[in-house]
Structures are given as C-alpha cells and as structure tokens.
C-alpha cells in the first residue's frame, strides 16, 4: 500500500483528470482496514465495486454521461457492495462517511453558489454520503469538483456557505482520503467489534477516542524539544533535571484532572523548565481559572486548563445578536461564561471524551488583544482572521471583525467536523520559531513581552504564525 500513500517519496501527481487509481487504492484500504479492525475474515469482505452494484454500464449510461471519464474509472474500481442495504455484515465506510452516493444522490444534494448555471450543475457532485449519525443537521458528505477534481468534506449542507465562498482552497480527493487512512493508523479512528463494551458513542463500527498513544508520545516529545532548543540558546545553559509539571499546572491540586485524561498524563511527565519564558510574554500557569472545587472534578467532562499564562488578562470579545445589542462571546463552551475575567494564554480545551468528536488534545491561544484588522493574520484554511467566512466574493477583507482566540486555529477543516487545533503542532511551531532565529532567547527564557504576537497581523510576518491545514 506505500506506493499509494501520499508521501516527499510518493508526492501528488499531476494527471488530466482525477487519480482514480490512487483514489481507488486508498478507497479500497479504507475498507480493508475497517473490516479487519473489527475482527471480521477479508474473504467474507463484498467486494462488488460501485459500478456492478449500481448495474453495470448498461444501466448507468444517463450517469456516466453527467460523471467525467476518470471519476467514473474511479467508481469502476471502488468496492461497495459491503454498504449495500442488502449487506450481512452492516459497515459504513469511515466515521464520517457513511458509503459512495447512490447514482440518484450524487447531483440531489450538492448546493451550488448563485453564479453557478444550469449548464454547469454536473460540476459538483456528493461522492460520499455524510455519517447521519453524528448529529449534523441536514447532512451532505464528501463533494467532489469534477472540474478541478478537489474535494471538501461537508458535515451539513450548510457548510456550502464556506466552501463555496470563492475563497475556500479545496483538496485533491487522493488527499482527503490518505487523511482518513492516516486517522485509522494513528488509531484516533478505531473499528471495533460487537464486544466492545467503551462508553464512547459508535457508528458501526467507527470510534473515535478523545486521544490516542501517538498523540500523547508526540506532544511530549514537541514539547521536550522546545525546551531543549530553548536551552541551548540561553546564557546559561544548566538544565533542571525536575519532573512533573503536574502540581505546579494545578496549583498543587492535582485531584482536579482525571488520572486518565491527556492533560493529566501530559503534565506527570513534562520537565520543569528552570526559565520562566517558554513564549513570547508566556509562562508556566501555576493557577487554574476555570477548575471545579475539590470533589466536583467530573472525569466524563473537562474544564478550559490554562497550561502557559500572560500577566495580562484575555481579552473580552463581543458580537453583535439580530436585534442589535453586543453581548459577550466566550472562546469557550456556554458552561463557563459565568467566569467572565481569566489570564490570556494557551489552554487546553474543553471536551467530553464520551462525545461523538472528542479531542482532549485540542488548544487555543487567547491573547489580551484581537488580530485581523490588517487584513494578513491567517487561519490554516487560508481565511483571514475575522472575516465573515459564509460571505460570498473575493474581497475577504471587507468585513473583517476583529479575533482574540483564532490564531493557529484550522478554520473549516477540510476532512472532518471542526475541533480546536492539537497541542502538539502548537508546540513544534513555537519550536521553529525559536530555531529559525524568528524569537529571541535570553536569560529568561523566549524575549519579548505577549506584544510580541500583534506581529501576527503583518505582512511581514503571518505566515510565520499559520499552520499548514491538518486533520
């Protein structure tokens, strides 16, 4: 399977048309991988493709006409009939997708913007049929631009707003689909059997745990590494040998996180940096804003954790509600808007690892002050910060609102429901940002006071500040 998978040795390639054999090949182990995570023999796999189940071209003449060559190569050699109704074994295809579209759903359910023709609706079609089990309203799936041959992935039919705004840069489907393989390989998608006995919501027989081995080994190691390039470009280089940031996070009561969550085990085995530094204007948190009284920690639902702190409190966004009135708008969930004065900072956000999308690994940087009304701070989708991303048009920048907490943050992602960016990728740019000589260290650790990142809305400088687009 190598050869299919997208890599510096196997990079995109450059086709006319879509690459329905890659596409195919992925497709394909998709199916496999799910198949035999649940303990089920790959000779009792239907492998019928899309194209015989649907009958074949006799029956498929009027489709095949509205389909381009290479897609319809594609659903020649793409398995399907382990998604048929008639299936023995029910098996959708990936957490979020349930199967290929039926030939009479792939032009129902695609929304086309307003400058889209008559002429020109065979352009988008709904390849994959969205997961209905995950609570979208009004789902639609995976949509392929048969003209560029991209793809997006759609939770509701109402995410057409974005991604039909004319700014939105779509993705090669060989690329969506080597993202779901590769969520199956880091096990943050697990197919599991009947004898599964996890509280975690299953769509059979998909899970997603809210964090996963290789997250916590990688976020670790990011953040050991940003230590390291830390002290070696500080005047004195003697290094702390202590461990466990845990007490110290928790403001010495570590009975507010669950043994089991990330957090928790994160904190037990971070060192303690000897600098107080470890961002521009940031510090090791020693208090927690937003943790429950000893005994009312709840395992099944976390809180907001402050893990690097300013001195400087964040910043109080509003909006604007129908009727005109401006009310607070919190960077997190409406169980917290009673504490309404926190430090800016990184935090670990809030999640229910029980839920259908849980990332316990999830942050969010909040500053003391917005970016974007310079019009080049960038989320990794590529949208300005604060722009009105369900606008339609070219010009992005005409009605941007200013934002405290979007900085690193994905935008609308491209391959599955919308989460807080991981810890880790956070970790590995501050990382860069110190090798490549973009920060300054000092005796005190990274120089430069939590101004420092109003550089973020430069033009000199935002694209120091965006993370490439991830699942």
């Keep these: 399977m190598a050869e299919w998978r997208i890599s510096d040795v196997a990079p995109i390639r450059e086709l006319e048309g879509l690459d329905h054999e890659r596409c195919a090949a992925l497709h394909n182990h998709i199916v496999e991988l799910g198949w035999t995570q649940r303990g089920l023999a790959l000779d009792t796999l239907d492998k019928r493709t899309w194209w015989e189940c649907y009958g074949g071209d006799a029956a498929l003449s009027s489709t095949a006409e509205r389909l381009d060559a290479s897609v319809v190569s594609f659903l020649k050699a793409?398995?399907?009939?382990?998604?048929?109704?008639?299936?023995?074994?029910?098996?959708?295809?990936?957490?979020?997708?349930?199967?290929?579209c039926s030939p009479e759903e792939l032009w129902q359910n695609a929304n086309y913007s307003e400058e889209e023709d008559d002429s020109n609706k065979r352009r988008y079609i709904t390849l994959y049929m969205a997961n209905w089990a995950l609570g979208a309203t009004h789902p639609l799936g995976l949509v392929l631009d048969q003209d560029e041959f991209t793809a997006m992935q759609h939770m509701s039919m109402r995410d057409t707003e974005i991604t039909m705004n004319g700014r939105q840069m779509w993705l090669p489907l060989e690329m969506v689909l080597d993202g779901?393989?590769?969520?199956?390989?880091?096990?943050k998608i697990m197919a599991v059997d009947e004898n599964n006995s996890g509280e975690q919501e299953r769509t059979e027989p998909w899970i997603m745990?809210?964090?996963?081995?290789?997250?916590?080994?990688?976020?670790?190691?990011?953040?050991e590494q940003l230590l390291d390039a830390i002290h070696v470009r500080m005047p004195y280089q003697e290094q702390s040998a202590e461990q466990n940031l845990l007490e110290v996070v928790t403001g010495g009561n570590p009975g507010i996180l669950s043994p089991n969550s990330f957090a928790h085990r994160f904190l037990t085995q971070c060192s303690r940096p000897n600098f107080t530094h470890i961002a521009p204007g940031l510090s090791i948190t020693q208090q927690q804003p937003f943790a429950p009284t000893p005994g009312q920690a709840n395992e099944n639902k976390l809180f907001p954790l402050l893990l690097f702190t300013s001195t400087s409190p964040a910043h109080q966004e509003t909006q604007r509600t129908p009727w005109g009135e401006r009310i607070r708008a919190s960077p997190f969930a409406h169980d917290f808007d009673d504490i309404s004065t926190y430090p800016a900072g990184l935090y670990l956000t809030e999640t229910n690892p029980h839920s259908s999308h849980p990332f316990e690994d999830g942050c969010k940087l909040i500053l003391p002050f917005t970016l974007g009304s310079n019009a080049f701070a960038r989320t990794s989708d590529g949208a300005l910060i604060g722009e009105n991303v369900r606008k339609a048009g070219e010009d992005a920048s005409a009605e941007i609102e200013p934002k405290s907490a979007e900085l690193y943050q994905l935008g609308f992602n491209h391959f599955i429901a919308g989460h807080d960016v991981q810890l880790r990728y956070v970790l590995c740019k501050?990382?860069?940002m110190i090798e490549e000589g973009k920060w300054e260290v000092d005796e005190h650790?990274?120089?430069?006071?939590?101004e420092k990142w109003s550089e973020t809305d430069l033009e000199e400088h935002w694209s120091d500040y965006q993370l490439p687009m991830s699942w």
């Design 445 to 450: 650790g990274v120089a430069g006071g939590i």
């Design 209 to 223: 745990p809210s964090y996963t081995e290789p997250d916590l080994e990688d976020t670790l190691q990011a953040f």
């Design 180 to 187: 779901f393989v590769d969520m199956i390989d880091q096990g």
């Design 430 to 432: 501050w990382m860069e």
């Design 78 to 100: 793409s398995w399907h009939g382990f998604a048929m109704d008639s299936a023995t074994q029910p098996h959708l295809f990936h957490r979020y997708l349930a199967r290929l």
